[in-house]
């Protein structure tokens, strides 16, 4: 019981993610052929969704590259098909949260970094549906804005370690002598010699 636990903790928002590209993919096949529908093709579409997905994946691996390659895709994605990511509003929460993970990075470069992609991202996206308002320009990539600002707020700092390096000697050193004190058993052994009285 507690492994099963110990899994949903630690996989939750993956399962999460994965519920909803599988609704977003039911969205594009039950709504084909209808107003505001993608133009492609599902042999397109589908594996467009899964790929796009699957970046956020990646991230335990690649706390940066993972989320900032999903918005890479979902921009070159939306040059292709323009309709394919507004259209799926599940892909909506996708992004938001993905934008939450780069806010927060422990690195805050990175994390200003991961702002710029998202935001530069959403952008493209939205310029490239036919006939996008002016407040969708602005409100939308503000919007996951607002969710990185979210993750970049309660994101924990990087921690540096102060240990301070060991000697690579582990004895104590007498008074006046700038050599180590040997060890019982060890190899290195100082002797010393007594002046012999001179007749």
Known sequence: MSQVRDLARRYWFDVLVAALAIVAMLEVVL???????????????I???AVLVLAIFARRRFPFAGPAVYWLLGAGISVVDPLLIPYADALFPVGMADAFLLGNLRDVRRAALGLAVVVAGAVTIVYNIPGHSASEFVFVPLEFAISW???????EPR??????PRPSWSGTRPRGSRWPRSEPGS???CTTSSPTPSA
């Open 31 to 45: 709504g084909r052929g209808s107003p505001g529908a993608p133009q492609t093709t599902l042999w397109f579409s």
């Open 47 to 49: 594996p467009a969704i």
């Open 149 to 155: 600002v979210a993750g970049f707020a309660v994101r």
């Open 159 to 164: 921690r540096r370690s102060h240990v301070r």
């Open 187 to 189: 190899r290195v052994s």
